[in-house]
């Protein structure tokens, strides 16, 4: 019996603890100045889910590679009860970068750990049994630092993208929202005064709205100021073009806050599908086998 538990514990010490950092740690480091290497086959996966990475610039996508590698420095991901498989670490770090694009020295402060969970939870962080409808959570109290993302819905979020949601990015914009000390639905940090009372304003009206069933903005969003800013924020980096057309103030407010015209970029651009002779995602202007693939085709 003793024996049994005592396996049980090394199994649980090894899987919770010493599993995810054999993950990070996998990432190659460059031996001259010691920082990671971004991994060539993690841009097929970029090209594959991500489509603003697609609408990036070759200069723009090295940034954001590099912000993730930062990103995924500055955080630990530890899988509970489920893998943390690479597609997990470029996802969340993906979520983690875009809302954010436009201020280069950005980094979040105040998390320091992402929990995946299989599933969706509920508010004991049961992931099976009944009333599972929380798909994310930015942590506070003994939670402090940490976000809970589920697994599927962190997948969901970049496999459809004309439904104007994105859980991951959601929560990001919590974290981003409670810069300032209160997750409220005011990134103050962002916003020049001038804009705060027209913000306001207008969030009261895109509540309102939505209670007359009057908005094709995600329900969710009229539960108080901050998940609408979080709903809101899922539409504008998602369905930009849409979203002015539909709610002009709104987008417009948005872009000032994220310093980001993101109806400039081509959503619609379609995604990639990486073979040996496709075109390398890193744009190099060699084929995908000769360039970040070579590794897979010697
Ligand atoms: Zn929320
Ligand atoms: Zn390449």
């Known amino acids: 019996m003793a024996a049994i538990f005592l396996l049980l514990v090394i199994g649980a ?64 991901i530890t899988g509970i009860g489920v893998e943390v498989e ?9 979520s983690a970068v875009i809302p954010i694009f436009a201020f280069p020295d950005w980094s979040y402060q105040n998390l320091y750990e992402i929990l995946l969970y299989p599933n969706a939870f509920n508010e004991k962080f049961e992931t099976s049994g009944p009333d ?18 589920s697994k599927p819905a962190l997948h969901q979020g970049f496999s459809n993208e004309s439904d104007k949601r994105n859980t991951a990015i959601h929560e990001f914009v919590h974290l981003i929202d409670g810069a300032d000390g209160a997750i409220d639905g005011i990134p103050k940090h962002l916003m020049d005064k001038q804009y705060l009372i027209p913000w306001l304003d207008l969030i009261n009206q895109q509540i309102e709205a939505i ?20 709903v809101a924020c899922e539409y504008f980096f998602e369905r930009p073009k849409l979203l002015e057309r539909k709610h002009p103030l709104l987008y417009q407010l948005l872009a000032q806050i994220f310093k980001h015209d993101m109806k400039m970029r081509n959503m619609h651009k379609k995604r990639l ?16 086998k000769k360039c970040c693939g070579m590794k897979h085709y010697q």
């Open 13 to 76: 010490i090894y899987f919770f603890i010493i599993n995810p950092r054999k993950l990070q740690d996998k990432r190659a480091k460059d031996v001259i100045n010691d920082k990671p290497i971004f991994p060539p086959e993690w841009r097929i996966i970029l090209a594959e889910k991500v489509t603003f990475y697609n609408t990036l610039s070759r200069k723009e996508k090295m940034r954001f590679e590099n912000e993730m590698l930062e990103f995924l420095d500055s955080c630990r």
């Open 86 to 94: 690479p597609i997990d670490e470029i996802l969340i770090a993906a």
């Open 132 to 149: 599972r409808n929380i798909l994310g959570m930015v942590g506070n109290g003994y939670l402090k630092g940490k976000m809970i993302l």
């Open 211 to 230: 209670y007359a069933e009057k908005s094709d903005i995600n329900p969710y969003g009229g539960t108080n100021r901050q998940e609408f800013f979080a």
């Open 273 to 288: 599908t990486i073979g040996r002779n496709s075109p390398c995602p890193c744009e190099s202007g060699l084929k995908f």
